[in-house]
């Protein structure tokens, strides 16, 4: 696939290891009446396999750029010269990598999200900033982008739809549960957790607290 191809130059030595982790942290359809899932596009599998080829690309970057760059990666930066690409490809894409360096923006670069945003949509914006946020984590567990074989299924993520009670009303929600056996990265594993939760929070939802959104409710085990 021509996202999968313009993207394998910067693919870390343990892609396939990195794939199966943030496939684990999609859903499975959404038990729901409406419905709630990520889109087909962000979710399939080359995109997944794109992401993790991007997740060290902009390492090398002043920290207080790595959003903003990975933000215009597929339109002016990285991947801008590649063909064969779909608006909408480009844009998921763009959205996930901003996230995944923490999506701290200059003003200008704000104008830009929100534009990406809009031609995305509100449910596929929020569901890319919640893959961005899980690469994050995945990011920061394995940040050279290797995997030594004493840590291969050692870190596992299982994600799933719950409900909860807020204010007498009932709000669907998914249940984060992060397990991992490699020592001393305890640290590393709750601020997986806590942006897990601050991505499904009302004020993080696209439009606002009463924007587009889900709760999620985020756990490790060890």
Known sequence: HPLVAATQTYAPSA?????????????????????RDPPAALASPKMLTSIVHLLYAHASSPKDIRAGSALRSTTTGLLADAHGLNHVDRCLLALVLCERWG???????????????????VQASWWAKY???????IGEMF??????????????VEVGWSAVDKKGKREVAL???????????????????????KVGK??????????WGIRVLASVER
């Open 202 to 211: 009302k004020k993080n939802h696209i439009g606002g607290r009463d924007g």
């Open 15 to 35: 892609t396939a290891i990195l794939v199966q982790i943030l496939q684990s942290t999609l859903p499975q359809a959404s038990p729901s009446a409406d419905n």
């Open 175 to 197: 249940e984060y549960k992060i397990s991992t056996g490699i020592e001393g990265v305890d640290n590393t594993v709750e601020a997986w957790r806590m942006g897990m939760e």
């Open 103 to 121: 999506g701290d923006l200059s003003p200008t670069d704000e104008d830009f999200l929100k534009k990406m945003q809009e031609l995305a949509g």
């Open 131 to 137: 893959v961005g946020c899980s690469a994050a984590g």
């Open 143 to 156: 940040p050279a982008g290797v995997v030594r074989a004493a840590e291969e299924n050692h870190v596992k």
